[in-house]
């Protein structure tokens, strides 16, 4: 919960006014329905995957990027509140900006008065080039690797079918001296409008620790050792698999 103005918000969302996503493109409905399932979708304790020949379990790389502990969309831009990790660490020169965020410990470096690279270099979280309006830092990010898109689950590499363009304007404006506004607008050929929204973000002292996600645990080891014995369990039991294998 948070104010602006003085007031309550109900959602971060500002566009559209009602504060709800935009609807999708047909043709993006159709997409995500075909993508694999998320890991905990349909997690009923069963090698379910052997029957509607999903890969969720079949190494770290078909696992989704927040899973494999890379990046975590949500958290890094446009930047949302989300469960924990929500602190972010910025360093300011005359010509850069850089944005720590703790989940994924990911590093966004923002270039003021500067060009955008060529299309042809990409990142999860794109490339950022920042101008100032007053004492609003406006930065515009485009250059996103397809499958780190903001909602979604799985990338449309994985299903071999090219992603449309996005482009996110964020603004960074101080409030009270304490605080800065965080604004950001996001246009997704998979949307049939823009969206954006605000949230303050207030200043702590706290500190902003590595998330360091499976380093030092058995995790991912679990996860793949788990779902071989679900799989012996299910073809033990004369259960359908695709193909036959």
């Known amino acids: 919960m948070f104010k602006i103005d003085g007031k309550y918000r109900t959602s971060i969302l500002t566009n559209p006014p009602n504060g709800r996503m935009p609807p999708m493109t047909e ?3 159709k997409h995500r329905g075909a993508l694999p399932r998320f890991i905990w979708m349909n997690d009923d304790g069963t090698a379910w995957w052997l029957e509607s020949g999903d890969t969720p379990f079949d190494s770290p790389e078909t696992m989704v990027l927040g899973v494999r502990c890379i990046y975590q969309p949500g958290a890094s831009i446009p930047i949302r509140t989300i469960s924990y ?20 410990h990911w590093t ?44 979604m689950l799985h990338g ?5 079918v ?9 603004r960074f404006s101080p409030i009270d001296g304490q605080s800065l506004l965080y604004q950001f607008e996001v246009e997704d050929e ?8 605000e949230m303050p973000w207030p200043r702590t002292d706290q500190y902003n620790y590595e998330y360091a996600c499976h380093e030092g645990n058995y995790s991912m080891l679990g996860q793949l050792r788990g779902a071989r014995q679900l799989e012996k369990e299910w073809i033990a039991a004369g ?3 695709k193909g036959g294998e």
């Open 156 to 160: 449309r590499e994985s299903a071999g």
């Open 162 to 170: 090219p992603r449309g363009a996005m482009k996110v304007t964020e």
């Open 190 to 197: 998979e949307y049939t409008a823009p969206y954006g929204g």
């Open 85 to 104: 990790n929500n602190l972010k660490t910025l360093v300011q020169t005359d010509d850069h900006l850089m944005i720590h965020i703790e989940w994924m």
């Open 27 to 29: 043709e993006a409905r």
């Open 239 to 241: 259960k359908p698999v």
């Open 108 to 151: 966004r470096v923002v270039r003021i008065d500067s060009e955008h690279s060529p299309a042809a270099y990409q990142s999860y979280s794109g490339d950022s080039i920042g101008r100032w309006e007053g004492d609003t830092l406006v930065v515009e990010t485009t250059n996103f690797r397809r499958e780190a898109a903001p909602q």
